[in-house]
C-alpha cells in the first residue's frame, strides 16, 4: 500500500471511531430523553389525580388551612411539572444534536470510503495500463526478433 492509501486508511479508522463515539453518544441521549418524557408524563399525571382528589376534597366543606396547604403544594407541582417539561425538551435538543452529529459522522466515513474505493480503482487501472504496455512492449521486441532473423538487412 502506498503512503497516501495508509493516511486514507488511517483517515477512516479515525472517522469510524468518531461515528461509533457519536452513536454511543446518540443512544445515550435518546435514553435520557425518553427518561425525561416519562418523568414529565408522571408528574402530569401525577398532578392531574392531586387536583382531581382535591375537587373531590373540596365538594365537602374543608378548612382554609387545608386550601392553603392545597394551593401551595399544587404551585410546586406546577412548577415541578414546567421545570421537567423544560427538561425533557432541553434532553430532546440534545438528541436531536447528537443523531445529526451521527449524521455528519457517517457522511465521512462514507466519503472516505467511497474516495479509497476510486483510488484503489484509479490504481488498479494504472496497474494494468503498466502491464498491458510491458506486454505490447515485449511482444513488439518479440515481433522485431522474429522478423530481423528471417529478414536481415
Known sequence: MTAPADAL????????????????????????????RAQHGELDGYRGDYQRRWLEQFSQPT????????????QR???AVSTQSQAA????????????????????????????????AEAQQAAQRREQRATDEYAARAHLRRTSTHHPV
Open 9 to 36: 486508511h488511517l483517515l477512516l479508522e479515525r472517522a469510524q471511531e468518531v461515528r461509533d463515539t457519536a452513536a454511543r453518544a446518540l443512544h445515550a441521549a435518546n435514553a435520557q430523553a425518553t427518561a425525561a
Open 63 to 74: 378548612a382554609i388551612g387545608l386550601v392553603g396547604c392545597y394551593q401551595s403544594f399544587g
Open 77 to 79: 407541582l406546577d412548577q
Open 89 to 120: 425538551a432541553f434532553a430532546d435538543q440534545r438528541e436531536r444534536h447528537a443523531r445529526e452529529q451521527l449524521r455528519q459522522a457517517e457522511m465521512r466515513v462514507a466519503a472516505l470510503r467511497q474516495l479509497i474505493a476510486r483510488r484503489e
